[in-house]
Structure formats: C-alpha cells, structure tokens
C-alpha cells in the first residue's frame, strides 16, 4: 500500500513540518465538520493553495494529501446524501445501506489511522509514497526526478 522512498535532498526542518501538516489538515478538520464530507476536502484544498508554490517536497506531500482526501471524498459523499435520503425523504434502511456504512466508517478509520502515519512518518523525513495516490501526485508535480 505505501512505498517508503529517499528524496533527492535533504528537507529542511521546515519543509519537514509542512509536509506533515499537510495530512493532518484533514483530521483537524474532521473535529469540526464531521457529518460534511466537502470540509475536510477544502481544507486540504486551502492548505494545498498556501503550499503550492512550496519546495518540492512540500508540495508533493500536500498533492498526495488532497488527492487521498478527493478519494475519500466521494464515497464519503454518497453515504451523506444517502442518509439524507433515508432521514428526510422517509426512504428506508436497507441491507445494502448498512453494509455500504460500517464499509465507509472503515474506510475512514483506517484513513485516520493511515494520516497519522503518514504525518509521523513524513515529519520523521521519510518520504511515503501510496501506491495508487503517489503515481497521480508524481503526475502533477513532475517530480519524478526528484525521486531516486
């Protein structure tokens, strides 16, 4: 799931600190806007945009961080307005509506988890790479290179 690779500097102590911020801007905000999928995304989003013009591997560390959180996102979504549904629209709980929440609630427990580990980690200079996230982050940030 995750792949733990040199950067080709050194960070600083700073960058090393921004970079973990980076992931946990989104548990911050899980405090505050729990029931709102979209909180936790724009403020990886704001933070994403303070840090965009940011050393390379602060920037790539606040990709990685958004784009898990647009991941998570949209599945967080459906669960939302689907219990919205059900809640004022009188439509009724299902098999496949309980199944699809503890499936959900475990998705974001083990993101939790995986954020804090990230943060740690990243904090520690390590640089973590998520398999499926980090080729999209490498995409955009064009730091390939950077990478040995």
Same mark, same amino acid.
């Not at 505050?32 to 602060?58: D, E, H, M, Q």
């Given at each position: 799931?995750?792949?733990?690779?040199?950067?080709?500097?050194?960070?600083?102590?700073?960058?090393?600190?921004?970079?973990?911020?980076?992931?946990?801007? #989104?548990?911050?905000? @899980?405090?505050?806007?729990?029931?709102?999928?979209? /909180?936790?995304? !724009?403020?990886?989003? *704001? &933070?994403?945009?303070?840090?965009?013009? #940011?050393?390379?591997? @602060?920037?790539?560390?606040?990709?990685?961080?958004? /784009?898990?959180? !647009?991941?998570?996102? *949209? &599945?967080?979504?459906?669960?939302?307005?689907?219990?919205?549904?059900?809640?004022?629209?009188?439509?009724?709980?299902?098999?496949?509506?309980?199944?699809?929440?503890?499936?959900?609630?475990?998705?974001?427990?083990?993101?939790?988890?995986?954020?804090?580990?990230?943060?740690?980690?990243?904090?520690?200079?390590?640089?973590?790479?998520?398999?499926?996230?980090?080729?999209?982050?490498?995409?955009?940030?064009?730091?390939?290179?950077?990478?040995?």
């Amino acid at each position: 799931m995750i792949a733990i690779q040199k950067f080709k500097y050194k960070p600083y102590d700073s960058e090393l600190e921004s970079a973990s911020n980076s992931y946990l801007m #989104s548990l911050v905000v @899980v405090l505050c806007g729990l029931p709102l999928p979209i /909180l936790n995304l !724009l403020a990886s989003v *704001f &933070f994403y945009l303070g840090n965009r013009k #940011s050393t390379a591997f @602060v920037k790539w560390h606040c990709t990685q961080a958004l /784009l898990a959180q !647009l991941g998570m996102f *949209f &599945f967080n979504t459906v669960g939302f307005w689907w219990t919205i549904s059900i809640v004022f629209d009188g439509n009724e709980v299902t098999n496949t509506y309980i199944a699809y929440m503890i499936t959900i609630v475990g998705f974001n427990l083990f993101e939790f988890i995986f954020t804090l580990y990230l943060a740690t980690q990243t904090r520690k200079g390590n640089h973590i790479e998520m398999y499926f996230f980090s080729d999209i982050t490498n995409l955009i940030c064009k730091t390939n290179e950077n990478t040995i």
